[in-house]
């Protein structure tokens, strides 16, 4: 089996290999300066960008890139009614969230008809990091434990307890004692015919391995569509059981809908509606404000009651600012108006479709998954199903150099993580089956 990869590194630009273009080597030079050594840059050759619209971006030559990697402006790069939202809100106030204003208040209410009643109290952040930092807070107040569980290669954050809880972000993989790592419910490689009933025999063994080392179950963190891990959803309930183990021995389920929600997986605003589960906290970052910093946790009342019984009320200067909630109103009106929810599933479609029509004998397209605008597609060595990450890798960049942008994800950084905005088009569609075909096509008769 190849060597698993760490998040952060994949794609990752190695200095050094860009010396033919004066403009972007004096870039890379002022980049580095600045940042220093953990500044990430992606491909092979990173790209000096300018602008963007819709589902385009261009760079400092104007060169247009199609965008199927970012997924946090979920309606669309530069979309209007975000940027006049903001602007009209920025002539009028922006303060800290000590005082009473209307449209935070619009805000946090219509974010809340988006979820059951019984999730009706909202903690308004500013990162998705933020916002995972404070529901293992409240989970650890709610149930007296410590102890939580996630999968081998997940990314949830990166401030102290997040990174804490993101195996995926470490090269060694390795966890806090209060810490336990079960396998992601995954079925290509392993041929599992139940990848549902082996992911719930997998967390129950953890609940006991926690209890009998102290702990106890405080919560299961699972991001929804297992992103860093490689991308699963199916069958659907494929995390019924695990959560309901969780909950019934006591411990709380918080959704990360950082990256699947905002009407992404197109069978709803939230991912965790694909599996027939109750979270009793939702984490959201990213899409929320469509590029503008905003997160936050929607939670039970009794929750936050606890939490806050506790002496722990939360204070966050900027979180849930006004300009915030015009951005957040703006993305969830244009998501509704625009139909981008029914347009996620129908693109999706008909991607995942083209994309398995790209399969075959010869082709290093080993397998095509996902939900709505969010695909994970496997890249293996032809015939088998052996992740080649050297091919998945060849394929982002080749895309690249067409003008076409996706990412890799997996514990070795072969599946391909395709995210473009909501407003995907059946032209953008075709523009990139059309360079996948031929990129894909040179590197499997090369294989």
């Given at each position: ?13 190695r200095e050094g290999e860009v010396t033919d273009d004066p403009g972007l080597v004096r870039a890379l030079a002022r980049r580095k300066a600045s940042f220093g050594a953990a500044s990430v840059l992606f491909y092979d ?67 809340l008809s988006e979820f059951p009643g019984d999730l009706s109290n909202v903690v308004l952040t500013c990162t998705g990091s933020e916002s995972n930092d404070l529901a293992l807070r409240m989970a650890e107040a709610m ?135 109750r979270p009793d906290m939702v984490t959201m970052g990213k899409p929320m404000g469509n590029g503008f910093p905003m997160s936050g946790i929607v939670a039970r009342p009794d929750i936050v009651d606890r939490f806050s ?139």
């Open positions: 089996m190849p060597e698993i990869s760490e998040v952060m590194e994949l794609n990752r630009y050759r990173p790209i000096r960008m300018a602008r963007a619209e819709g589902a385009w971006m261009y760079d400092a030559e104007d060169r247009p890139y199609l965008d199927l990697y970012n997924n946090v402006p979920c309606i669309g790069h530069s979309h209007p009614a975000v940027a006049e939202a903001i602007a009209r809100q920025a002539g009028v106030l922006n303060t800290n969230t000590r005082y009473l204003v209307d449209i935070v208040h619009d805000y946090a209410e219509r974010l149930t007296g434990r410590r102890g939580v569980i996630v999968t081998e290669f997940a990314y949830h954050g990166n401030s102290a307890s997040t990174t804490a809880i993101s195996p995926g972000s470490r090269p060694d993989r390795s966890v806090p004692d209060h810490i336990r790592t079960v396998p992601p419910p995954e079925a290509f490689r392993s041929g599992d015919a139940d990848p549902g009933a082996t992911f719930a025999g997998a967390v129950r063994a953890a609940i006991a391995d926690l209890e009998a080392a102290g702990h106890g179950i405080s919560c299961l963190v699972v991001d929804t569509i297992f992103s860093s891990d490689g991308v699963y959803c199916a069958p659907p309930g494929l995390i019924a059981a695990a959560v309901a183990a969780v909950q019934d021995a006591g411990g709380l389920f918080i959704a990360d809908e950082v990256q699947p929600g905002f009407g992404r997986t197109g069978t709803g605003m939230w991912g965790y509606k694909m599996h027939a589960v019984a506790q002496g722990s009320g939360y204070f966050n200067t900027f979180g849930g600012n006004p300009l915030a909630a015009a951005a957040g109103l703006a993305v969830l009106e244009t998501i509704h108006g625009e139909g981008l929810m029914e347009n996620a599933r129908a693109m999706g479609e008909h991607l995942r479709a083209g994309l398995r029509g790209l399969q075959g004998e010869g082709s290093i397209i080993g397998d095509v998954r996902g939900a709505g605008l969010f695909i994970g597609v496997e890249i293996s060595v032809p015939g088998t199903r052996e992740p080649d990450a050297a091919a998945a890798s060849a394929l982002i960049n080749g895309l690249r150099s067409r003008g076409v942008m996706v990412g890799a994800t997996g514990p070795y950084g072969n599946v391909l993580k395709i995210r473009p905005p909501l407003c995907f088009t059946a032209s953008d569609a075709a523009f990139f089956l059309s360079a996948t075909e031929e990129v894909a096509g040179s590197l499997g008769k090369a294989a």
